[in-house]
């Protein structure tokens, strides 16, 4: 009894060092992009099916409501305008937008270790939203989010390593200047994390005074071309199969100044798209590839990305039910339908429609989440933090959504088969003249790191541990976390001459 005592001790022991000692990106267990693909909801003939009622979509229906100036593009690229004004895409003008499309699309950082390989099925996990309210859990309330609100959710996304880029979660309630919130919202994230950053834009005269931003902090207009670390997400339609005129003249602004573009696609099963869950997906990839024309006939190979993100109503009451199993379900097959055109993309996953981060919004996130990451999705959006269907926004469920994100990527992974891992040699020295266990052994002090995933928060102590621990809460842990990372200064924040020049060209609500 002794002698197993000092081994499983010694064990830990080697263990707890192990643990201790950083791995390189290489050989971390998890990191950004690993490769997807595995779970595949539909089969060759049913994707066959959907390509094929896509481009009857776009040849025979069309989308309405371009701009003069999308409309000049779109038939200049080959698109027909019928008499009821609708344009219409002919399927040639769709293959050949595809084969020419920019396949190999990197997503900048602000600092070159966040760049975002969207090649493949590599995934990456972020944040997305326009929330109109933050989530106060210890209240159980909910109030009107603000710039400080967003930047603060920036400041925590630069410091959780699952989370790999951040799009604007919420909207700044607290500046009612339309142009001024756009501008605020783009310094405010900026400001906040060295990761991508995604923005939108109200008016397309606002997208000028953003890249001016940009080019003071990327150092000169050079710079932000070689490297745009800001991506526009763009509601280029309003479903099903309309041009949204003023968004579409945005992303035309965004193209110019060279912008990435996410083409949002964002109709509601059962209420602005079919309610089956193919015949969203047909919409969505419909209304996208209109838009992929679009940007490729204002600038052939402009980078764009592939946003279908339908949502699902709860066909009972009409509401948004974004983390119900058939949300999952639809997200998984858009990333299946983006691979079949080869092409980078990104949908919504994570969301909860509970209104606190309990067991519910746990269900829904996970749920979610790993099916996205399972499908191969690129860009997973709204991955944490979202809660009541995309109305509020939580800075603890962001930092738990870390935890959560770290075990999706862990199934997203996967199970590596090799001479190594099938363990027949570390069997037989186990039992056969060993000690009857692996607690301790090379092999598992070798994988423990390279193949295991570590939660910073969740909790694995036993009953009685829990309890000698003082009943450790996870919200107060979260809370705790959050508190610690603001009460630093922000590593993204500018340096002082930038700042000033900034502050001197727009009003910048933040304090300096």
């Given at each position: 009894m002794t002698q197993t005592k000092t081994r499983r001790a010694g064990g830990r022991e080697a263990r707890r060092t192990a643990r201790a000692n950083p791995l390189s990106d290489a050989l971390r267990p998890i990191r950004p992009g690993?490769?997807?693909?595995?779970?595949?909801?539909?089969?060759?003939?049913?994707?066959?099916?959907?390509?094929?009622?896509?481009?009857?979509?776009?040849?025979?229906?069309?989308l309405a409501d371009a701009p003069p100036s999308g409309v000049a593009y779109l038939t200049g690229a080959g698109a027909i305008q019928g008499e009821d004004g609708r344009l219409r895409f002919p399927r040639a003008l769709i293959e050949d937008t595809i084969a020419r499309a920019n396949r190999s699309l990197t997503l900048h950082g602000r600092e070159a270790r966040h760049d975002l390989d969207l090649s493949g099925h590599r995934v990456h996990y972020g944040t997305a939203g326009a929330a109109v309210s933050v989530v106060e859990v210890h209240s159980r309330t909910y109030?009107?989010?603000?710039?400080?609100?967003?930047?603060?959710?920036?400041?925590?996304?630069?410091?959780?390593?699952?989370?790999?880029?951040?799009?604007?979660?919420?909207?700044?309630?607290?500046?009612?200047?339309?142009?001024?919130?756009?501008?605020?919202?783009?310094?405010?994230?900026?400001?906040?994390?060295?990761?991508?950053?995604?923005?939108?834009?109200?008016?397309?005269?606002?997208?000028?005074?953003?890249?001016e931003m940009l080019h003071l902090i990327a150092g000169g207009e050079d710079k932000w071309r070689d490297r745009p670390f800001v991506s526009?997400?763009?509601?280029?339609?309003?479903?099903?199969?309309?041009?949204?005129?003023?968004?579409?003249?945005?992303?035309?602004?965004?193209?110019?100044?060279g912008m990435p573009v996410l083409l949002l696609s964002a109709g509601q099963a059962g209420a602005t798209a079919p309610a089956p869950i193919a015949g969203a997906i047909v919409q969505a990839m419909a209304e996208c590839l209109a838009g992929l024309v679009y940007v490729n006939a204002v600038k052939p190979g402009h980078p764009a990305i592939f946003g279908t993100w339908p949502f699902v109503s709860d066909l009972r009451t009409g509401a948004m039910s974004g983390g119900s199993g058939e949300q999952a379900l639809l997200s998984a097959g858009c990333a299946q339908m983006h691979k079949f055109y080869?092409?980078?993309?990104?949908?919504?996953?994570?969301?909860?429609?509970?209104?606190?981060?309990?067991?519910?919004?746990?269900?829904?996130?996970?749920?979610?989440?790993?099916?996205?990451?399972?499908?191969?999705?690129?860009?997973?959006?709204?991955?944490?933090?979202?809660?009541?269907?995309?109305?509020?926004?939580?800075?603890?469920?962001?930092?738990?959504?870390?935890d959560l994100i770290g075990q999706a990527l862990r199934c997203t992974?996967?199970?590596?088969?090799?001479?190594?891992?099938?363990?027949?040699?570390?069997?037989?020295?186990?039992?056969?003249?060993?000690?009857?266990?692996?607690?301790?052994?090379?092999?598992?002090?070798?994988?423990?790191?390279?193949?295991?995933?570590?939660?910073?928060?969740?909790?694995?102590?036993?009953?009685?541990?829990?309890?000698?621990?003082?009943?450790?809460?996870?919200?107060?842990?979260?809370?705790?976390?959050?508190?610690?990372?603001?009460?630093?200064?922000?590593?993204?924040?500018?340096d002082p001459i930038t700042d000033r020049a900034i502050r001197e060209r727009f009003r910048i609500h933040l304090p300096a």
């Open positions: 690993l490769e997807g693909g595995t779970y595949r909801p539909l089969s060759e003939a049913q994707m066959q099916r959907i390509h094929a009622a896509v481009l009857d979509a776009l040849e025979q229906i069309g109030r009107d989010s603000t710039l400080q609100d967003l930047h603060d959710a920036a400041r925590i996304v630069d410091q959780l390593d699952n989370i790999h880029f951040l799009q604007r979660p919420m909207v700044c309630r607290d500046i009612t200047d339309n142009r001024e919130m756009d501008l605020n919202t783009l310094y405010g994230c900026c400001a906040g994390t060295t990761k991508h950053v995604g923005v939108s834009f109200t008016e397309p005269g606002f997208v000028r005074d953003a890249i526009n997400s763009n509601c280029f339609v309003v479903p099903p199969m309309k041009f949204a005129t003023e968004s579409c003249l945005v992303m035309e602004e965004c193209i110019r100044g080869g092409l980078p993309g990104g949908a919504a996953a994570g969301i909860a429609d509970a209104k606190l981060p309990d067991m519910q919004a746990g269900w829904e996130q996970a749920m979610s989440n790993v099916m996205a990451g399972l499908s191969g999705l690129n860009m997973v959006y709204e991955a944490a933090g979202m809660h009541a269907s995309l109305l509020g926004f939580c800075l603890e469920s962001l930092i738990l959504g870390d992974r996967g199970i590596e088969v090799d001479e190594d891992t099938l363990s027949v040699d570390v069997i037989r020295a186990a039992c056969i003249g060993g000690p009857g266990h692996y607690l301790g052994s090379a092999q598992t002090l070798g994988r423990m790191q390279t193949d295991y995933v570590y939660p910073s928060l969740a909790n694995r102590f036993s009953p009685k541990e829990w309890d000698e621990l003082g009943k450790p809460d996870l919200i107060e842990k979260a809370t705790e976390k959050k508190m610690k990372i603001l009460s630093e200064r922000a590593a993204a924040r500018f």
